[in-house]
């Protein structure tokens, strides 16, 4: 079975605090995706990154970095010196033997001024 | 990278009736994706939209309350049937590019339906 657990349902930081969202996933495949968007109050979905199976390289752009563990099955994600702007539903998702994504239930971060 | 043109972007609307959600793509793409996601939840995929064959459908949903259209590889639309308040939620097209190696999704912004 394919699952994408996302334990924390809502996080609350004070600005310029950094803060990790938690994502686990199940699959049976060797080969998969995983994904990370960003579900700003306006509702689109916003493409943060992708990661293949084979590529464990931790990484970085910007504020945002990204924690891949095979061994555990997470992919976490940690926002650095939040900003109000960071507020927003993050979805971590999952693509395994088809097209189809696995979205995991999403936490949602407030980042107080 | 694809642009994805979804219309309308909200709509509130009269439960019994039916609203018809267009997803247009500034390029070919195999694959053509309707989620949904209800009020505080997660993203449901509704169905795949196959171009030139029926839709295929995940669990829980059917061809009468959710037919879908796809003419070509650029175009698709979602009917939502006979709406009630449950439907109220944010319905999204995504498409994929070919070839699982290079999967990347694009959504669309995503039509908010709210059902009175």
């Known amino acids: 079975a394919q699952k994408v657990t996302q334990a924390q349902t809502e996080i609350s930081v004070v600005e310029k605090e950094d803060v990790t969202l938690d994502c686990v996933y199940e699959?049976?495949?060797?080969?998969?995706?995983l994904f990370w968007y960003k579900q700003p109050p306006s509702g689109e979905l916003v493409f943060l990154i992708r990661?293949?199976?084979?590529?464990?390289q931790n990484e970085i752009s910007g504020r945002y970095s990204w924690n891949f563990q095979k061994s555990t099955s997470s992919f976490n994600f940690t926002i650095t010196a939040s900003q109000v702007v960071d507020s927003a539903v993050y979805f971590c998702?999952?693509?395994?033997?088809?097209?189809?994504?696995?979205f995991g239930t999403g936490t949602r971060l407030k980042v107080l001024a | 990278s694809a642009v994805i043109s979804q219309k309308p972007s909200r709509d509130i609307c009269q439960r019994g009736t039916s609203l018809t959600i267009q997803c247009q793509v500034d390029s070919q793409v195999t694959m053509m994706f309707w989620y949904r996601q209800q009020p505080g939840q997660s993203l449901t995929l509704i169905a795949t939209a196959n171009q030139g064959s029926e839709a295929t459908y995940e669990s829980g949903f059917v061809i009468d309350k959710f037919p879908i259209s796809r003419p070509n590889l650029t175009f698709s639309t979602l009917t939502v049937s006979n709406m009630s308040p449950e439907d109220s939620s944010i319905y999204l097209c995504s498409v994929d590019t070919p070839g699982l190696a290079n999967t990347e999704a694009f959504f669309g912004q995503g039509t908010r339906l709210t059902v009175v």
């Open positions: 990661r293949n199976s084979f590529d464990e």
């Open positions: 699959t049976r495949d060797t080969t998969y995706y």
């Open positions: 998702a999952l693509i395994s033997g088809t097209y189809k994504y696995i």
